[in-house]
């Protein structure tokens, strides 16, 4: 079973600012499979990035994903108010912890 | 647009069944680029898969919830169904059903709103 680790678990930016946000596997997985989701509080996750780097549809361009191997990264270049939310990677049945972006 | 909706009980004694639908609007749940999951959120914790069925009713469940949890589909009704045997409080979780493409990317997408189950007595 692959883990996947997410870094940090809470994330305190302002608008504005570039956020990095790390998903890391415990083992080698094929980047065509791993994803990003956005999840407001009260709300179903949201489709972010696939294929660790494609952006689903209406993403804004702000968000990109790249990486490959064990290592991969969710870069938001500049926070909109909007964008403070938990983010949690996945691959196949496996997902990450989360990672909570707050307002500082 | 796809629209998937749970629904069941939100509440669940200790040691029954937990049963929920999940009933697919806008599309077919017969269609054979997808599959259809369940996934559940613990209260301030992070997203753990459950299983996921196809629409012909081939079945994938987590190892570690795999001996207590049943997934079945009605394509006659467009919907698709969890049970999760000999519940604890540790099943108390928000249990949220979604569509799997399990092409080239496999991710989960759309996501039903998700429903709160509590297991307690």
């Known amino acids: 079973e692959i883990v996947l680790t997410q870094s940090p678990g809470t994330l305190s930016l302002s608008p504005g600012e570039r956020a990095t946000l790390s998903c890391r596997a415990s083992?080698?997985?094929?980047?065509?499979?791993l994803t990003w989701y956005q999840q407001k509080p009260g709300q179903a996750p949201r489709l972010l990035i696939y294929?660790?780097?494609s952006r689903a549809t209406g993403i804004p361009d702000r968000f990109s994903g790249s990486g490959s191997g064990t290592d991969f990264t969710l870069t938001i270049s500049r926070l909109e108010p909007e964008d403070f939310a938990v983010y949690s990677c996945?691959?196949?049945?496996?997902f990450g912890q989360g990672t909570r972006l707050e307002i500082k | 647009q796809l629209q998937l909706q749970e629904s069941g009980p939100g509440l669940v004694k200790p040691s029954e069944t937990l049963s929920l639908t999940c009933t697919v609007s806008?599309?077919?749940?017969?269609?054979?680029?997808?599959?259809w999951s369940w996934i559940r959120q613990p209260p301030a914790k992070g997203l753990v898969w459950i299983g996921t069925?196809?629409?012909?009713?081939?079945?994938y469940y987590n190892p570690s919830l795999k001996s207590r949890v049943t997934i079945s589909v009605d394509t006659s009704r467009n919907h698709f169904s969890l049970q999760l045997s000999s519940v604890t409080a540790a099943d108390t979780a928000v249990y949220y059903c979604?569509?799997?493409?399990?092409?080239?990317?496999?991710?989960?997408?759309?996501w039903g709103q998700g429903t709160l189950v509590t297991v307690s007595s």
């Open positions: 996945q691959q196949s049945g496996s």
């Open positions: 806008g599309g077919s749940i017969s269609t054979p680029s997808y599959y």
């Open positions: 069925i196809s629409y012909s009713g081939n079945t």
């Open positions: 083992q080698s997985v094929s980047s065509s499979y």
């Open positions: 979604a569509r799997y493409d399990y092409g080239d990317h496999k991710y989960f997408d759309p």
């Open positions: 294929g660790a780097s």
